[in-house]
């Protein structure tokens, strides 16, 4: 996929756009299925922001935690940098590194990269009234575009950092071509703060993706209507249901949306129209659980090599960070 031009929407805010081929490819294919980012509009994002404060949804308080307890040991490894969130969504957890790094440096830039617009600019301008010394310019795009306009737009060292374990998207091909586009937006010596979620017992798990108030299977619906207004489509959000299973062999979450009853659904602006047997499944995300050596050796080869691994005291998470290869 082709970036399109920027769009400068004000000084603090650059606009870059989505397309709906991967809709189209996902919705055609046997097993049909549906890419994560269009979980991101802004009421997903807002029910994202619920997710993470359920009490099944251990991920973000524990990052949040770990976090908190080694920002100011991380601000002092990389010292002031360009900071690069993936995913920033509300940027909430990165207070605790923007508190760390205000504290050492005068002069950084803070680049939140997100695809929900909403979300995005209320946080630019909350973040930028409190953190007045750091310079903050919203990046409104997917991660791909972004990686793209930030390798043709290098500045001052960087520390690109990617939290919440939304590397579990991917599987490992995407995993792979992800963390290379990485290496080509660093430059020899800069660092790459990556958060993921680790493997534990299936029973922590499922409870953690089928929340007891269903804000996970609103958050799995609600990628409908995001396509309802986004591509014209008349999908009906009664007529499918929320699944998350932990599929064991591959380590990974698996979210379905479940279809209830025989239908077509017109999707017009991608002039598409897709037929919906009952009881069938359109993947939505899944989710992988990781083993911290692994990654470890996986950032290695890609010449992200690890610094420093920290966790919480349960290793529920992990947070490593790395540094590109001089
Ligand atoms: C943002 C991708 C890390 O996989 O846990 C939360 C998304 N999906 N509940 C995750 C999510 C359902 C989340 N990530």
């Not at 301008?125 to 990046?139: F, M, T, V």
């Not at 960087?158 to 071509?177: A, K, P, T, V, Y």
Request: charged content about 20%; overall charge negative.
């Amino acid at each position: 996929m082709i970036a399109q031009p920027l769009t400068v929407l004000d000084h603090h805010y650059q606009e870059l756009s989505i397309d709906g081929k991967d809709v189209i490819k996902g919705l055609t294919e046997k097993l049909k299925s549906l890419p994560p980012k269009y979980f991101y509009d802004d009421p997903g994002s807002q029910l994202f922001e619920k997710i993470c404060e359920l009490p099944e949804y251990y991920p973000t308080r524990t990052e949040a935690w770990i976090l908190q307890e080694y920002a100011d040991e991380i601000a002092a490894i990389t010292n002031c940098c360009e900071l690069i969130e993936l995913g920033s969504g509300s940027s909430t957890k990165t207070q605790a590194l923007l508190t760390a790094y205000q504290k050492i440096a005068n002069s950084c830039r803070y680049l939140p990269v997100d695809v929900s617009g909403g979300i995005l600019k209320t946080s630019v301008l909350q973040l930028q009234e409190k953190y007045p010394d750091i310079a903050i310019h919203g990046l409104l795009g997917t991660y791909e575009q972004a990686l793209v306009h930030l390798e043709s737009n290098y500045l001052q060292s960087r520390m690109l950092f990617f939290l919440g374990s939304s590397l579990g998207n991917f599987n490992q091909e995407e995993c792979d071509i992800f963390l290379n586009q990485v290496s080509r937006t660093l430059q020899p010596g800069d660092y790459f703060l990556l958060g993921i979620d680790l493997q534990k017992p299936q029973d922590i798990l499922e409870a953690a993706y089928n929340d007891s108030q269903e804000v996970t299977a609103a958050f799995n619906l609600n990628m409908l209507s995001h396509l309802n207004w986004r591509f014209q489509a008349d999908f009906n959000l009664d007529l499918f249901s929320h699944q998350a299973i932990y599929n064991q062999e591959q380590s990974q979450i698996e979210m379905y949306l479940i279809c209830q009853k025989t239908h077509p659904v017109h999707l017009k602006k991608l002039d598409l129209t897709v037929n919906f047997q009952a009881s069938e499944s359109i993947l939505t995300e899944i989710s992988r659980k990781f083993n911290l050596e692994t990654m470890q050796k996986d950032l290695e080869s890609k010449g992200l090599n690890p610094l420093k691994v920290f966790t919480d005291p349960e290793n529920l998470f992990g947070l490593i960070l790395c540094q590109l290869s001089l």
